[in-house]
């Protein structure tokens, strides 16, 4: 494929996927103030504790067949429709398995959590792990437009969800749950039908084709799990050593690194098809490594902007007893720029198959956080899970970076960028003093930034200009 039809495709799925996630992302984000002014720090705390699960159980007992889904239905060899047939069977087999193992830990009072927590558990689970495989199917049989109609419709229905039954019906933590199960419900009826997946979905037996997925995806599901202890465990370590109302507060931290993590999503749905489409082990017309830098130069300054706000942010969303979560965003978004960094470069190994590669970087992070935090939570409470949550996205960053240089040769500047992460995690320690002086140093500190990412700047806004005068 020619440069310029690379950086085409790309930036088509991009804007898609800017649409998709903006209006969502948006939403969701302004929804906070909602949520830290009805509910508790401890029912948020709980809740926040059944989505952490969901998110583990779905990897877990779906060997993350989405990813082969991705894949293999990329692969010009395979068949797409026997693909996701495959990925819904693998689901609806893993929904009844955790639907048994639920009813009987109920029934013989060993999970100590309400009914509804249970059952919003299940639903989760389910919805999750068949959206997760019908948004991967929609990527590769280069369904766009509907992957975002499906994204929008879930967002809008989730809100109109929250409004009525937090605000009208006033039913608190239950309408919370039964919101987020909704959004997910409308983005799967969507993407069936309206996607006319209905029409490629039977169940399948074909056990060489399972047993091929199998293999490319079980690693990725170890990988998946190394993740969710990066991002989850400390939730759970918070709760043992702090109770749930600390861990609410250290849940709700997470919203502000949301709008960083938002532009990173975006681009990753577009970069992980791209990536496997246009692979290229020299990089020789540079275009991996010119979107590496881009990606770069986006998460460094974005990072940068949002903790000069950050206290900001924090007394416009964080109400009542929220508002101590404002400490933990500095090192929880410094991580979330570690991650999408290492996302980026996760699916330059998942373009040649090296899934193991993939979940051994992971892996060493998932340790390296796991022992920081029950080194960090009962001396330094929230604020020392957010410190290990940084500490293991960096560990995964710089892993997965030394390992890239084995299977590709990208045109990149690393001094520069080591420059600009040493630029960053200054700003970071100084958020956490604020005051006239510190303040004015975060702002040279993103003068720098800007300078040094200025090419890379420069290729972006001459490219938007070309594509407005055509």
């Not at 993407?191 to 399948?204: E, Q």
């Amino acid at each position: 494929m020619k440069k310029n039809s690379k950086y085409g495709a790309l930036s088509k799925n991009t804007l898609l996927f800017t649409i998709n996630s903006f209006g969502s992302k948006l939403i969701t984000f302004l929804l906070v103030p909602l949520y830290t002014h009805v509910l508790s720090t401890s029912d948020y705390g709980t809740a926040d504790l059944m989505t952490s699960t969901a998110q583990l159980l779905i990897p877990l007992l779906t060997l993350n067949v989405q990813d082969a889904v991705l894949r293999f239905s990329l692969d010009k060899t395979k068949d797409p429709k026997k693909i996701i047939s495959v990925g819904c069977t693998i689901n609806s087999i893993a929904m009844c398995l955790l639907g048994v193992v639920l009813f009987l830990l109920s029934y013989f009072g060993i999970l100590s959590f309400g009914r509804e927590y249970l059952i919003f558990l299940f639903f989760s689970f389910a919805f999750g792990g068949i959206q997760n495989s019908l948004q991967m199917y929609m990527k590769a049989v280069d369904n766009v437009k509907v992957l975002v109609y499906s994204g929008l419709a879930s967002t809008l229905f989730s809100c109109v969800s929250n409004l009525v039954l937090l605000l009208v019906f006033k039913i608190g933590i239950l309408g919370y749950l039964i919101s987020n199960l909704v959004g997910h419900f409308v983005a799967i009826f969507i993407m069936f039908f309206l996607g006319k997946i209905y029409r490629d979905v039977r169940f399948t037996t074909d056990t060489k084709l399972i047993k091929e997925m199998f293999i490319y995806s079980a690693p990725l599901a170890i990988n998946s799990v190394a993740w969710w202890i990066n991002t989850a465990s400390d939730k759970y370590i918070i709760t043992f050593f702090c109770g749930a109302a600390i861990n609410g507060i250290y849940s709700v931290a997470y919203k502000i690194p949301t709008i960083l993590s938002a532009f990173q999503t975006i681009f990753y749905n577009a970069w992980s098809v791209s990536a496997i489409t246009e692979f290229d082990k020299d990089d020789k017309d540079g275009f991996i490594g010119n979107i590496y830098s881009l990606y770069m130069c986006v998460s460094t300054i974005g990072c940068s902007v949002i903790l000069i706000f950050n206290k900001f942010l924090a007394s416009i969303l964080y109400a009542k007893d929220f508002y101590e979560a404002w400490r933990c965003v500095p090192f929880l978004l410094l991580g979330v720029a570690f991650n999408g960094i290492a996302l980026f470069e996760g699916c330059l190994f998942t373009a040649v198959k090296k899934t193991k590669d993939v979940s051994r970087t992971t892996l060493v992070g998932a340790i390296v956080n796991t022992i920081a935090n029950f080194v960090l939570i009962p001396f330094f409470s929230s604020i020392g899970a957010a410190f290990a949550t940084m500490i293991g996205y960096f560990t995964v960053w710089l892993v997965r970076t030394i390992s890239l240089q084995k299977i590709i040769r990208m045109k990149v500047n690393w001094t520069k960028q080591a420059i600009c992460i040493a630029i960053l995690a200054t700003q970071v320690f100084l958020v956490l003093n604020l005051n006239t002086i510190t303040f004015l140093v975060q702002i040279l500190c993103l003068i720098l930034l800007v300078s040094l990412q200025y090419l890379s700047i420069q290729k972006v806004v001459r490219r938007l200009w070309t594509k407005i005068k055509r």
